[in-house]
Nanobody, 128 residues
Framework: QVQLVESGGGSVQAGGSLRLSCVAS????????????MGWFRQAPGQEREGVAT???????TYADSVKGRFTISRNNAKNTLYLQMNSLESDDSAMYYC??????????????????WGQGTQVTVSS
């Protein structure tokens, strides 16, 4: 079971930027990280957890319509680290952000049921 730890959240004004990171540990061997689909999700109070972005082992990415053109997901396999660059932040982006792993090379969309293990989350608050 992979352990995931997110960081980089905080408070920012609308229009600002944040970069989230998620470090994976507990891997059977380090290079196996590159074979996993990774994703970012978010959950605001009283709302369902929703998919934000995914990146598969080949580098293909998927984004929720609400963040397209503003957020960029990327990964550094040498560091077992996933990133989410968030620009032009809006108040609706305020939420707890979670990274997650799917033990497959291919991601199958933004549905949370496809992902097996999760981090504890990092809070993002955007003030208008």
């Amino acid at each position: 079971q992979v352990q995931l730890v997110e960081s980089g959240g905080g408070s920012v004004q609308a229009g600002g930027s944040l970069r989230l990171s998620c470090v994976a540990s507990g891997l059977i061997y380090s290079s196996i990280y590159s074979t996993y689909c990774m994703g970012w999700f978010r959950q605001a109070p009283g709302q369902e957890r929703e998919g934000v972005a995914t990146v598969d082992s080949y580098g293909s990415t998927t984004y929720a319509d609400s963040v397209k053109g503003r957020f960029t997901i990327s990964r550094n396999n040498a560091k077992n680290t996933l990133y989410l660059q968030m620009n032009s932040l809006e108040s609706d982006d305020s939420a707890m952000y979670y990274c997650a792993v799917r033990y497959d090379r291919i991601c199958r969309g933004l549905r949370r049921l496809w992902f097996a293990d999760w981090g504890q989350g990092t809070q993002v608050t955007v003030s208008s």
